[in-house]
Each structure stands twice: as structure tokens, then as C-alpha cells.
């Protein structure tokens, strides 16, 4: 058993943690950093600085009767070689005979640099659903089409329904409720074909896709499965946005995935019309304006 | 057959303490929810009286004892019965070909026909006269002998039950395993009953409702879940018959009948005695998009195999609370449970098999959400005093954050015990997170044992108050589901199939002219017969 002392020397009260060089490349929105700066900073337990986490897991191993020091001792060795240091295995719980449960408090020594963390910043603004309303009306001047659903044998709609039905997400109205979006929602275990026909027949300006099943990586097959029948089925200027979300994406996926956009886990719809109205309007606009050799059939100007 | 007529709710004697009759809820009032159900729910057994599905048919042909697939694993009832068709349709069923080409001598028995027909060799007719008759008979004494299969697992069943015992608490601690590899299922089911679960589900892969076969054999990889075969029950309930013997508790076995194959599985189930069996009125045309006749054609003659075989059913109610607010939508969990009921009892299930569905899904933030969670369960409790209700956890508000999870499912095992529900689902604190982990699964029945422990008897003292809210909230759920099947009655025709079609429940919009599996959908020509049909039928 650790040393519940070995912690005391940690203590570094109401100190910041050890400032590491600034950055240039920002992205901590603590208001103790100033704007644009990194800033490194350690777990908090109690103590500014202490360094202080908790992890649970179970090793196969017995911890009935003379087994339960060889368990601790184990599971102590597993949290030392995680990093923490000093380790407190505070609770050992044999599940039968085979299986033991630990849960473990220590130290780690490891020191986060914010200015090393890259997020994928929201590079649309933020709209309202009468703002949406707006900018579809007078950039697109017809409603924008979305046609969503679940492909491959995915059967929880969860996420394209919180996304898409009118009832929405986090107390956020879905994209039905956005009078100048149209959607189709083609619910579960829609095959990729079906898919595809089914945005061509709509005119779909943007297809829709969640993915919450996960096992076997099925989530990231399917995406790519579906991105390359679009690419197929369409030519490039004509493609709607392919756009995927779930609770085990990542955001820097797209490119690997072949998606125009990823959404990961508590995404608001709001957020999502946003990203339509930005990549769909602003930008076709942009480009309409910017270089007149980008013309598209859907062009703002049109 | 005869109208069962649907008991009114009154207090049940046998089990006093099970909270029935604490909302006080007017029998008027009750009886006339039930009526309603049932003048929804007539018009639709007739018609699936007078269809046949593939799925029926092949169900039948397994019955009659014909198991296995072709080299690609395509199942020989798939191949027999495409046989069949292709020569002279479903609609008169296909038993009087298949036996009739038995009788003639076309092949020794269903196997060999079955391969023959595979490649074409053998064309089936329609015989009429002297042939038509020894054709039923045969037919008729082959199928009947798999439907006394199922009863001698029924018996089985029933003495292990004796022998092993049920259970000494209420409720049942129901666990899923779901590996997606049957050998990884065993073990992990083990543990599971060894650590206190009493019914364990095996959840299927998520694509095989929609598969139109049942596949082949022991099956070791699945999405999210485990494939139903005939060989997986039966190594299941064998894994399980271990178990029960080594724990001195019969541990129950539950698999799915929904999708596309429900006549089929049904019957495998009751030939491998699993002990509970998945299986709602509309499930599958709302969440999975099968067609509405091909579901309720399938759905009946599943459970009359269900009731034949002492299988409970476990309803689907706490589907509709993943995709539609928990309290808005409360009057559509129990119009879906009265319609079950009424579909279940028709198709000749008793009152103990109805696992009627419910769950634990209201917005925690809600005030009062605890409070509205009571009423609800104490209503489905009150409404169905001798079913086996079954308690579902939360899962729409499981956010990742594990430690409010795991005291919502705290809350939700309280609720389970103060409203006396049958069979409780444990809830994962992981939920939405990763599928159960070891110790996740321990967590749970930690938390389970302790709320049994803590406040197992609490019901007794509980009493809401007679004009309290939690009185007034289940007298308000259902007013508005008698509106509710008043509105569907409202619709042309056959009112509940525009009701789905409208997307009265769910939000989903499901016309019967459209989904999946409605190709394999016939209606029944003068002369059908299904001996199957006929013998359970008349049970």
C-alpha cells in the first residue's frame, strides 16, 4: 500500500502550475491564461498542482482470501506503470473467483500543454433557426433539402433523430423545425444504394448519416463504404454534402473518411444547420462571387 | 376462434402486496380502455387471418422437423419453400404441395426434398380429391409431432422449474449479454447468473431483423449482439441448464422474435426451450420498417406459438421512450401495452406470459421526474395486476458521465421496487458509453442488490395519496390513451394501420403499402391449410 504522506509534498497551494513556454496557437478558454497563449496545467484533485486522478479497472486475477495482497500488488503495478505515483489502491472487489475490481487514486506526474492540444474549431458562425431561415431563403432561394439516416445494419436512430426530428436534442428543435430546410428522414438500417437514390431523387443538398454502432470499427466501414458511392454516383460539383456523426467519431476524421464534415458527440442541431447554411450558402456564394470560373447549377446567383 | 374476454383489472387477490389497485383507478374507466383496445385490435387479426407470410410457412416446415442450410448456409425451409412458390404460390400454403410430393414418393423425407427442389428436380402441385387428403394428413401428423416437441419442452420446463426453483425475490434481474461470439456469450452468461441474474437475454446482432432467413448452426461474430440460431439457443439453454443446477435456481433464457423471421424463431425457441421470448404488436413496423401486414400476420402466429409453448413475451413499450418524450408520450406506452395485451391474448397467451414493456426514460432534470416515473409504473402495474411486467432502465439520459448513471439506475431499481414489477432489466452505467464491461455488469447488480435490500418491501408502506399527484398524473396518462385509441377508431378502414400510417406512434409515418418483407405477404386462397395454424389454433 502506498504512502498517503508521499502526497504532502505535492502540495503547491493556490500556485499556478509550472508555466511552460507560451505559444503562439491558443486554445484554452481558462480565464486565467490571456488570449492566444498555451498553458500547462496538471490534474486537480484538491490542490492546485497536486496532480491527483482516479482510474477503475479489473485484472484476471483472484483476490479471495491469501490472494488479496498479490491482487493489490498488482493492480498497484498496473497504476505505477500508468504513471501514477505514488498509487492508492482504495477499494479491491473480487468479482468470482477469476476477476477482481479495483479502483485506484495517485499522482501523476505528467504535465498537459494546452498549447499541444489541436481541436477542430468551429469555422462557421453559430446561427439562429430564423437566421438559418434567412440565409437559405436569400442565398439558395428554394428550401435546402437534408436527407438522413442510419446505413448498414445501424438500427439506433438516437442520433439522426435528435439531429433531425422536429422534438431535437438538449431542449434544441430539430432540423424539421427549420421552415427552410426539408427533410427526409429515412430512419434505420437504410442500405447505401437506397441511399444514394433516394438524395438524387430529393435533390438532396446534403445527406445525413449517423453511426452509433461501433463494434468491429462497423462505424468507419459504412462511412466509407457510403462517402465512395457518392463520390461514385456523383460528379464533383454536383455531390451533396456527406456528412456523418456518432458518439465514436473523431472530428479530424473527415478527410480519412471521405466526408465533407464529422459530428461528434453532443452535437446541437443548431450546429448543424449552421454548418449546412455555411457550407452550402456562404460558401457556394463565395466562390460564385470570387471566381466566376466555380459556376455551379445551384449557385446563389442562380 | 372465440373472443377471449380480457379480464378488467381488479384487484388480484394472490399477490396483495404487488401494489395492484393503489391508484384507485375507476373500473369504468378501465373496461372501457380495454374495449377500445380490443375494437381497435379485431379488425386486424381478421386480417391476418386471412394472410400467410413466407415466414409462417417456413415456420411450419420447422416445426415438421426440417433444419439446415445448402453450402452457402442459405436455410433448406429458405430453399424449399422459394421452391414451392415458384411453382404454385403460398397461398394456399405449403404444406399440401410439400407432403403432397412427400406422398408420392418425390424424395424420403423433408431434407432430401428439400435439396432436390434446390436444383430444380421436383415440381410441386396442388392436388386435389384423394391426394389432397392423404397430403393433409401427412402434413398434418409430421407437423403435429413437432408441436408435441414443443410441449414436451414446455414439460421440461416445468419440472426443472420444480426441481431447480424460481427465484426467491421479485423483481426477476434480467441481464444482456452480447458479444456477438456464442462461445464468449456462455462463459459471461455464467458469470452473470453466478453473480444474480435470474433471466439472461442474449441481444441479437443488430442487422438479423431484417435478414428474411434465420441463419445456420453456432455463430462467432455479430454486430452488437449474437446472432439467434437454433444451434446458439440450444447451446445457451444447455450453458444455462449448468448454471441452474450448479446456483439450485432455474435461470431463464430470452432471445428475439421481432423482424422479419418472428414465426420462425418463435418455433425455434419453443423447440430449444428458451424461457422468454421478445416479441411486440408493432415494434417492427415502426422501428425496424417492415411492412405492417407482413408484422401483424408474423406477430400472431409467433405468439400463438409462445402460448403453446409457456414462453413469456416481453413487449417492446420502452422503444417508443427512445425516440419520443417520456412524458408527452406516455399515453402511447400504455395504448401500445393494452393493444399487446389484447393481440396476446387473442393469439392465446395468459396473462402470466404478457411481459409487458415499460421504462425508466423521463428528462432527470424535469422537476417532479421521479415522481412522474412512479405514476407511470404504478399505472402499467395497476392496469395489468398479473402480468410480468418488464421494467426498463434509463438509456436516452445516459450521458457519459457514469457516476450520475449509476444513480439514476439507482433510482430506477427503487421505482422498480416501489411499483412491484416482474422482470427488471438491469440498467448499465455505461450506457451510451461501450457494451457492458465486467465490472460494469457487477456495479449494476450491486446497485440492484442493494435497493432489493434496502427497499425491496418497501411497497407496503407506499400508498400514494388518492388525489395526490402521483394519483392524478396515471389518471391523466390514461384519459389520454383512451383519446388515443379513440383517435385511431376515428380513422377509415382498418384504423390502426392508418394510425401507424399517420405516425401516431412514435413519430414514424409506416403506410402498409410499403416496407420490408411485404413481397414475402399472401393472401389466402380458398382451401389454405397450415396444419401448424390449425393445431394452435384450436389450443
Known amino acids: 500500500m502506498a504512502e498517503v504522506s508521499g502526497l504532502d509534498r505535492l502540495d503547491q497551494p493556490n500556485q499556478p502550475a509550472p508555466g511552460g513556454e507560451v505559444s503562439g496557437r491558443g486554445v484554452s478558454t481558462s480565464s486565467t491564461s490571456r488570449p492566444g497563449e498555451g498553458r500547462i496545467v496538471r490534474p486537480y484533485g484538491d490542490t492546485t498542482g497536486d496532480g491527483m486522478v482516479q482510474v477503475s479497472f479489473t485484472l484476471p486475477i483472484s483476490s479471495l482470501g491469501a490472494q488479496a495482497k498479490l491482487a493489490e500488488g498488482a493492480a498497484a503495478q498496473l497504476a505505477g506503470k500508468m504513471g501514477l505515483d505514488p498509487a492508492l489502491v482504495v477499494h479491491a472487489k473480487p468479482m468470482g473467483p477469476d476477476f477482481t475490481f479495483f479502483v485506484v487514486y495517485g499522482r501523476v506526474s505528467h504535465l498537459v500543454d494546452t498549447s499541444q492540444v489541436r481541436v477542430v474549431e468551429r469555422d462557421y458562425p453559430l446561427l439562429t433557426p430564423k437566421e438559418v431561415n434567412l440565409a437559405i431563403r436569400k442565398g439558395l432561394r428554394r428550401r435546402l433539402v437534408v436527407v438522413g439516416g442510419c446505413i448498414g445494419t445501424d438500427a439506433h436512430t438516437v442520433g439522426i433523430d435528435a439531429i433531425l426530428n422536429i422534438k431535437g436534442f438538449a431542449g434544441e428543435k430539430g432540423l424539421e423545425y427549420y421552415r427552410e430546410l426539408r427533410v427526409v428522414n429515412l430512419g434505420a438500417q437504410v442500405a447505401v444504394p437506397q441511399l444514394v437514390e433516394r438524395a438524387r431523387a430529393e435533390q438532396a443538398d446534403a445527406v445525413l448519416v449517423s453511426q452509433v454502432v461501433t463494434q468491429r470499427d462497423a462505424h468507419i466501414f459504412n462511412t466509407k463504404e457510403m462517402s465512395a458511392a457518392f463520390r461514385e454516383a456523383y460528379p464533383a460539383q454536383q455531390r451533396p454534402l456527406v456528412i456523418v456523426g456518432g458518439p465514436r467519431f473523431d472530428e479530424s476524421m473527415a478527410d480519412e473518411l471521405g466526408v465533407d464534415r464529422v459530428f461528434v458527440r453532443g452535437t446541437t442541431p443548431a450546429e448543424v444547420a449552421s454548418y449546412l447554411v455555411y457550407a452550402r450558402v456562404s460558401l457556394r456564394d463565395a466562390s460564385s462571387l470570387g471566381s466566376s470560373g466555380q459556376a455551379t447549377s445551384q449557385g446563389a446567383g442562380a | ?539
Open chain 2, 1 to 539: 376462434m372465440t373472443e377471449k374476454v380480457v379480464s378488467t383489472g381488479s384487484p388480484n387477490r394472490e399477490r396483495p402486496t404487488t401494489g395492484s389497485g393503489k391508484l384507485g383507478l375507476d373500473p369504468v374507466t378501465v373496461r372501457k380502455a380495454r374495449g377500445l383496445a380490443r375494437r381497435v385490435g379485431r379488425p386486424i387479426v381478421t386480417m391476418a387471418q386471412r394472410h400467410t407470410t413466407v415466414s409462417v410457412e417456413r415456420a411450419t416446415l420447422r416445426l415438421a422437423g426440417l433444419q439446415g442450410g445448402d453450402a452457402d448456409g442459405i436455410p433448406w425451409v429458405n430453399r424449399l419453400l422459394d421452391a414451392v412458390r415458384g411453382d404454385v404460390g403460398i397461398e394456399h400454403g405449403i404444406a399440401v404441395p410439400v407432403w403432397d410430393a412427400l406422398v408420392r414418393g418425390e424424395a424420403d423425407n423433408l431434407s432430401s426434398l428439400a435439396q432436390k427442389a434446390a436444383v430444380g428436380s421436383i415440381r410441386f402441385r396442388l392436388p386435389e380429391g384423394r391426394d389432397l387428403t392423404r397430403a393433409r394428413a401427412a402434413a398434418k401428423k409430421q407437423v403435429g409431432a413437432g408441436v408435441r416437441r414443443v410441449d414436451a419442452r414446455r414439460r421440461e420446463r416445468e419440472r426443472l422449474v420444480k426441481r431447480w426453483g424460481d427465484p426467491d425475490h421479485k423483481p426477476w434481474v434480467y441481464l444482456i449479454v452480447a458479444t456477438g461470439d456464442i462461445y464468449e456469450d456462455m462463459p459471461q452468461a455464467q458469470q452473470a447468473a453466478r453473480e444474480g441474474a435470474d433471466v439472461i437475454a442474449v441481444i441479437r446482432s443488430t442487422g438479423q431483423s431484417l435478414l428474411d432467413y434465420v441463419p445456420e448452426g453456432p455463430t462467432r461474430e455479430g454486430f452488437a449482439g449474437t446472432y439467434a440460431t437454433e444451434e446458439n439457443f440450444r447451446l445457451m439453454r444447455a450453458t444455462l441448464d449448468e448454471s441452474s443446477a450448479e446456483l439450485g435456481r432455474y435461470v431463464r433464457l430470452t432471445n428475439y422474435a421481432s423482424g422479419l423471421c418472428m414465426p420462425e424463431i418463435a418455433s425455434l425457441a419453443g423447440l430449444q426451450r428458451l424461457d422468454m421470448m421478445l416479441n411486440d404488436s408493432m415494434y417492427g413496423i415502426l422501428f425496424r420498417d417492415i411492412n405492417p401486414i407482413r408484422t401483424f400476420v408474423d406477430q400472431r402466429f409467433s405468439r400463438q406459438v409462445h402460448a403453446r409453448a409457456g414462453i413469456i413475451i416481453n413487449t417492446g413499450e420502452d422503444n417508443y421512450l427512445t425516440t419520443a418524450d417520456a412524458v408527452e408520450a406516455a399515453h402511447t406506452v400504455t395504448t401500445s401495452q393494452l393493444l399487446n395485451e389484447f393481440f396476446g391474448k387473442e393469439a392465446g397467451l395468459e396473462d402470466w406470459q404478457l411481459g409487458l414493456g415499460h421504462a425508466f426514460e423521463i428528462e432527470p432534470s424535469l422537476p417532479d421526474s421521479f415522481r412522474l416515473e412512479l405514476a407511470h409504473a404504478m399505472l402499467a402495474r395497476d392496469l395489468f395486476p398479473k402480468a410480468p411486467l418488464k421494467w426498463m432502465p434509463p438509456t436516452r439520459h445516459m450521458t457519459g458521465d457514469v457516476f450520475r448513471g449509476y444513480l439514476l439506475d439507482g433510482f430506477f431499481n427503487l421505482a422498480g421496487a416501489l411499483t412491484g414489477q416482474s422482470i427488471l432489466l438491469v440498467g448499465m452505467m455505461t450506457e451510451a458509453v461501450v457494451t457492458p464491461w465486467l465490472s460494469d455488469r457487477d456495479l449494476a447488480l450491486q446497485n440492484v442488490r442493494y435497493v432489493m435490500n434496502a427497499a425491496g418491501n418497501l411497497h407496503e408502506d407506499f400508498r400514494p395519496a388518492p388525489d395526490g399527484f402521483i394519483a392524478e398524473r396515471a389518471r391523466q396518462v390514461l384519459g389520454e390513451s383512451i383519446e388515443l385509441l379513440e383517435r385511431i377508431l376515428a380513422h377509415e378502414g382498418l384504423g390502426l394501420l392508418e394510425a401507424i400510417a399517420d405516425g401516431t406512434f412514435g413519430l414514424m409515418k409506416r403506410p402498409s403499402d410499403a416496407g420490408r418483407g411485404l413481397d414475402g405477404v399472401a393472401r389466402k386462397a380458398e382451401g389454405y391449410y397450415n396444419p401448424a395454424s390449425d393445431i394452435l389454433e384450436a389450443t
